[in-house]
């Protein structure tokens, strides 16, 4: 009984795959986390807020629910805006921080992993990646360096797995044959992930150095790409492109009880729901929801221009991080 009442509280949970958002969730409940340490910085004039969490201990990971590394967080409000200019400084930014968790100071290798389904337009951001990238392994290999006019030319080479549905094969299977084959030095995995608000949707980009798990934001758990698994090291970079029912029942009741400590004659209502605790909550969102809405994922109506702006924009700071 209480394995099914465990079960049944891991699919009403707001998912997130963002460890700013993990962390807020402790600021909300005036909680602070030993092993992990939290710095924040704005770019007034990109308008461009960075988040890094880094997680230093056991005790970190287990309170967080994230493997213990660094995470950084971009978040550009107008990133959903097809404005080139503004989306060129969010990639010379990504830039800046893939080159603080990859060293550049001399030539490497790196395998570009595209995660998702192309068929599927809010998991189509990592094929979207791929296809822009500046791929360098085969023209070096088959004509040297100074076929790019370089003296110093990282490798890169790219891959798109696809999903399990579609090649009977883990996404760890296909990538682990690919790295024992090319042995690259870093593996750079890009993903579309879940968010918890749906404030930070096509706005928010995060980088991580501890690997991912392919379709942990929609609760669908592969093998993860990481160091352990891979032998190399392994990046992420994902932006959120969905969220759950779930979240956005979360929301309407956060707004709901806003509303109703602003009217006279619910204020007390509203008051009382304030007062609720995040379990509490959950029980009364799990009154309300329909199981049939338990699975449902949303995702805005402009996502195919989106997907492939944002996968460009990508792909251009990868390309300027190692040109």
Do not use: C, W
């Not at 189509?124 to 110093?152: C, D, F, M, Q, W």
């Not at 090649?167 to 995995?189: Q, S, W």
């Not at 930070?200 to 609760?219: A, K």
């Not at 969905?242 to 707004?255: G, L, W, Y």
């Amino acid at each position: 009984m209480q394995d099914n009442k465990e079960k049944e509280q891991e699919i009403f949970m707001v998912r997130t795959d963002l460890a700013v958002e993990a962390k807020e969730s402790f600021e909300e409940d005036n909680v602070e986390i030993k092993g992990v340490i939290i710095d924040e910085s704005y770019k007034e004039e990109q308008d461009i807020k960075i988040t890094r969490v880094v997680i230093e201990n056991e005790n970190g990971a287990k309170a967080m629910g994230k493997p213990m590394g660094n995470y950084v967080t971009l978040e550009a409000p107008n990133m959903v805006v097809p404005d080139q200019d503004y989306h060129r400084e969010i990639s010379k930014e990504l830039a800046e921080q893939i080159k603080k968790l990859i060293p550049l100071e001399k030539e490497v290798s790196v395998l570009i992993v595209g995660l998702g389904n192309r068929e599927v337009t809010p998991d189509s951001l990592g094929p979207n990646v791929v296809e822009n990238l500046l791929i360098t392994r085969h023209v070096v290999r088959e004509y040297g360096k100074e076929a790019l006019g370089k003296n110093k030319v990282n490798i890169i080479s790219g891959i798109v797995p696809g999903v399990m549905a579609q090649t009977g094969m883990e996404t760890l299977e296909i990538v682990k044959g690919v790295v024992d084959e090319t042995k690259p030095d870093y593996v750079i995995a890009i993903d579309a992930l879940a968010a918890r608000s749906t404030k930070r949707l096509n706005r928010t980009i995060q980088i991580t150095d501890t690997g991912i798990n392919p379709g942990s934001g929609v609760g669908n758990h592969r093998n993860g790409l990481n160091l352990e698994s891979l032998n190399v090291p392994v990046i992420a970079i994902g932006i959120p492109t969905v969220v759950d029912a779930a979240t956005i029942v979360n929301d309407t009741m956060e707004n709901l009880i806003d509303a109703m400590e602003q009217t006279k004659e619910l204020k007390t209502i509203g008051g009382t729901l304030k007062t609720f605790d995040a379990n509490e909550k959950y029980q009364l969102i799990r009154e309300i929801i329909s199981p049939h809405l338990n699975g449902m994922f949303v995702t805005p109506k402009d996502i195919d221009e989106t997907v492939k702006m944002l996968g460009f924009t990508i792909s251009e700071g990868l390309n300027m991080a190692f040109s």
